[in-house]
């Protein structure tokens, strides 16, 4: 059974799936990829298809407030890896739901200041794909793909880790939830209890908390290869990386970049006739 406030939450989220019913005793029917909802007059709601249990949650009163999310960074970064964090806050968690804002709100200090605290308390996994893999794959696989892949790994390990996964399992929309799957079609294992939403990290702590390890693992990734090269490499993509490309290759050769950046970027060509200009 259903009531109202569960049936307009449902209605709510999953708006783009309403479908017109077939039967005046059907209230409201969704289909989804993954399961179909219906929902009857007389109060009722029945659900079908492989996510049933997924679905079915929000119609439960003591489901756990415990929630995880997930966040994505080094997608606009010239230089580094692309990093994505799944983590698990739970509902008694001590750390001050005010400090945990989206990452790109907060100063490189204080990601390393704050990163530490939050990697205390909840249970997490970060997967960073290095700048010469992400170049093989970006070859097969736009942005996009490449991110739900890493996604959906990063919440398999994490499920993987812990005890057990809480009903509210967040991921940063970059995609249409059908699309995100799509992209995961040949994959061997398939996390599916998923809840799109956009800006989520400024909406849910657990994808705040996400977004800021990603960030700190970024940047020490970042500070390691700056040692590694003897090099200040710029962040972001504006025109200082384009400079900073230019001066890598007169010292390395551009055959290096490859292990340095993300080389689909325009700076890639912009740098380059710099260079033919020098």
């Keep these: 059974m259903y009531d109202e406030t569960k049936f307009q939450r449902f209605a709510s989220q999953y708006q783009q799936h309403l479908t017109e019913p077939n039967s005046p005793y059907i209230r409201a029917f969704y289909r989804m990829s993954d399961c179909v909802v219906t929902f009857y007059t007389s109060g009722k709601v029945v659900i079908q298809g492989t996510a049933a249990n997924f679905y079915a949650t929000m119609f439960i009163d003591n489901v756990s407030d415990d929630e995880a999310g997930s966040d994505e960074v080094g997608t606009g970064d010239y230089f580094g890896p692309m990093v994505v964090c799944a983590c698990l806050l739970k509902k008694n968690s001590k750390l001050n739901r005010q400090l945990l804002i989206d990452s790109k709100k907060l100063s490189d200090q204080q990601i390393l200041n704050l990163a530490p605290q939050i990697m205390k308390d909840v249970d997490y996994v970060t997967l960073s794909l290095e700048p010469h893999k992400y170049n ?8 996009n793909a490449l991110k ?5 790994a990063a919440y398999i390990r994490l499920k993987n880790k812990v005890e057990a996964m809480p009903y509210k399992c967040y991921i940063d929309q970059f995609a249409p939830k059908d699309t995100y799957f799509k992209y995961l079609l040949n994959q061997q294992e398939i996390y599916r209890n998923l809840i799109f939403e956009t800006k989520a990290e400024d909406n ?15 940047l020490g990734y970042m500070q390691q290869l700056n040692k590694e090269y003897q090099f200040a490499f710029p962040l972001g993509a504006g025109e200082q990386v384009d400079v900073a490309i230019k001066e890598f290759i007169l010292k390395y050769g551009e055959a290096k970049l490859n292990e340095v950046s993300k080389l689909h970027f325009k700076n890639t060509e912009k740098a380059k006739a710099l260079l033919g200009g020098h």
């Excluded at 093989?136 to 942005?143: G, Q």
């Excluded at 739900?148 to 959906?152: G, M, P």
């Excluded at 849910?204 to 970024?218: G, M, N």
């Design 204 to 218: 849910h702590p657990s994808v705040a908390c996400a977004s800021i390890i990603a960030r700190y693992t970024f």
């Design 148 to 152: 739900a892949l890493l996604h959906n």
């Design 136 to 143: 093989e794959l970006h070859e097969k696989y736009n942005l």
